[in-house]
């Protein structure tokens, strides 16, 4: 897990980029909470478009900025959660390395966030996902 603070975005957010390389080579999962300005998301708190439903991946703050998670664990008895980090390397490798901007970048794309938005801090968790001890459920 790492996470940056404002300062550390907006030079790139580099110490950050190891936790997806690392979880990538063990073919892990990661997961991301993003802070920003409250106006600067385009879907209210616990849509179902945006955060399945559930208002526990929101945090609001005095300062108008929310918490936002994203790729959480789906529970218990429901699979690991969480996106492939090898795809989400190749996503900061193509935005030259900068985290920061490589998930801007997908929470603009996928509608949750304004283009013009900035993101205040920015935390990043890497996971190896278990491998299915059942050898028939494997090749499915």
């Known amino acids: 897990m790492a996470r940056a603070g404002k300062q550390?975005?907006?030079?790139?957010?580099?110490?950050?980029?190891?936790v997806i390389e690392r979880t990538a080579a063990v073919g892990g999962n990661i997961a991301f909470t993003v802070r920003a300005k409250k106006t600067a998301f385009t879907?209210?708190?616990?849509?179902r478009r945006d955060s399945p439903g559930l208002r526990r991946n929101v945090v609001r703050?005095?300062?108008?900025?929310?918490?936002?998670?994203?790729?959480?664990?789906?529970?218990?008895?429901?699979?690991?959660?969480?996106?492939?980090?090898?795809?989400?390397?190749?996503?900061?490798?193509?935005a030259d390395g900068d985290v920061a901007a490589a998930v801007r970048k997908w929470l603009v794309d996928t509608?949750?966030?304004?283009?013009?938005?900035?993101?205040?801090?920015?935390e990043i968790r890497g996971w190896k996902v278990p491998e299915d001890p059942d050898p028939r459920r494997r090749h499915r």
């Open 61 to 94: 703050r005095r300062d108008s900025t929310e918490e936002r998670a994203y790729g959480k664990s789906l529970g218990a008895g429901q699979g690991p959660g969480g996106f492939d980090a090898r795809e989400w390397k190749d996503r900061v490798d193509a």
């Open 43 to 47: 879907m209210d708190a616990g849509d």
């Open 8 to 18: 550390h975005i907006a030079s790139g957010a580099s110490r950050l980029r190891p």
């Open 111 to 122: 509608g949750r966030l304004r283009p013009d938005a900035a993101l205040t801090h920015l």
